[in-house]
Nanobody, 121 residues
């Protein structure tokens, strides 16, 4: 069983940056693809980014490069670096682990509890 715990969320002003972390325990995730999703109030959960097990392939929802996903398998941790944040980025951000990197939430077997990111204008 894999346990995922997100951290690093908080309140930030528009234009600011945050780095989210997702720490895994219970089992190594070095062979798992990892991803971030987010869910804003009243909206469906949406894909943010995914990274394969080795970290050499990533896929992001945003082509502007504002968000970057990375991982450190030695630390059993995946990161989401977010820059130039705007109020539309306000959501609960969830970390997920699965066998295949995908933009599709049901592809992931393990989920964290989420961390709140709030961006003020």
């Amino acid at each position: 069983q894999v346990r995922l715990v997100e951290s690093g969320g908080g309140l930030v002003q528009a234009g600011g940056s945050l780095r989210l972390s997702c720490s895994a325990s219970g089992k190594s995730v070095e062979n798992y693809a990892m991803a971030w999703f987010r869910q804003a109030p009243g909206k469906e959960r949406e894909f943010v980014g995914a990274i394969n097990w080795s970290g050499d392939r990533t896929q992001m929802f945003d082509s502007t490069g504002r968000f970057t996903i990375s991982r450190d398998n030695a630390k059993n941790t995946v990161y989401l670096q977010m820059t130039t944040l705007n109020p539309e980025d306000t959501a609960i951000y969830y970390c997920a682990a699965g066998f295949t990197a995908s933009t599709y939430a049901p592809a992931y077997d393990y989920w964290g509890q989420g961390t709140q990111v709030s961006v003020s204008s």
